[in-house]
């Protein structure tokens, strides 16, 4: 119940295309849903982050979708850019829990130029 | 403002060995997490401090690993003996909640590899 899973495990997209990566969890604690990314010898960096009560939050190019009912959110990467070529993670906390977070497995995305 | 610090960058030792990791938080941070990453997956919560005191430790594998956070700021981690299966990327991040969010910001990480 406790576990986030992601889908695809890898994504090619062509410049300028719109990369899609999805999550899906159990624990209705969850609260709190950020968007990591992570490149090669870095360290994961926050990109964008949802609470269950909005449906979608948009911040430049990256857009979270966000279904309660459904227990699944997206992210939604616009005008895709090589720079954007990293691995993608969702995660989920609970803030009553102390933020403990659990994340996705992953999903890595290479944009062709 | 200066980031989450991890020190070493590489380990390389043999198993049976023992290890430890540093990791200087960002000021006035008073969260404090371990991960492990293994290659190909997501980071895995060790252990969460608040403050010098432990939040959640369930996933820490007790009879070899150990960690502390003195007077709330630096913290240690530390394996001892180390086995084959602990090769992975030790990741170190730090938070301060504001209201209902709660960014975090990780290190660049220790990678571990046991020989």
């Known amino acids: 119940q406790q576990q986030v899973k992601q889908s695809p495990q890898s994504l090619i997209v062509q410049k300028g295309g719109i990369s899609i990566i999805n999550c899906a969890y159990e624990?209705?604690?969850?609260?709190?849903f950020p968007w990591y990314q992570q490149f090669p010898g870095k360290g994961p960096a926050l990109l964008i982050a949802?609470?269950?009560?909005?449906s979608e939050k948009k911040e430049g190019r990256f857009t979270i979708s966000f279904n309660k009912s459904a227990k699944q959110f997206s992210l939604h990467i616009m005008d895709s850019q090589p720079g954007d070529s990293a691995t993608y993670f969702c995660?989920?906390?609970?803030?009553?829990?102390?933020?403990?977070?659990?994340f996705g497995a992953g999903t890595r995305l290479f944009v062709k130029a | 403002e200066a980031g989450v610090a991890q020190s070493p960058r590489y380990k390389i030792i043999e198993k049976r060995q023992s290890v430890a990791f540093w990791c200087n938080p960002i000021?006035?941070?008073?969260?404090l997490y371990w991960y492990q990453q293994i290659l190909g997956q997501g980071p895995k919560l060790l252990i969460q401090?608040?403050?010098?005191?432990?939040?959640?430790d369930s996933q820490l594998p007790k009879d070899r690993f150990s960690a502390e956070r003195l007077k709330g700021v630096d913290s240690t981690l530390k394996i001892q003996p180390a086995k084959l299966e602990d090769s992975a990327v030790y990741l170190c991040?730090?938070?301060?909640?504001?209201?209902?969010?709660?960014?975090?910001?990780f290190g660049p990480g220790t990678r571990l590899t046991v020989l």
């Open positions: 401090f608040q403050n010098n005191g432990v939040v959640d």
């Open positions: 991040a730090s938070s301060f909640v504001i209201g209902t969010k709660n960014e975090q910001f």
């Open positions: 624990n209705t604690a969850f609260d709190y």
């Open positions: 000021s006035g941070h008073a969260t």
């Open positions: 995660a989920a906390s609970n803030s009553a829990g102390g933020f403990k977070t659990i």
């Open positions: 949802i609470r269950p009560d909005v």
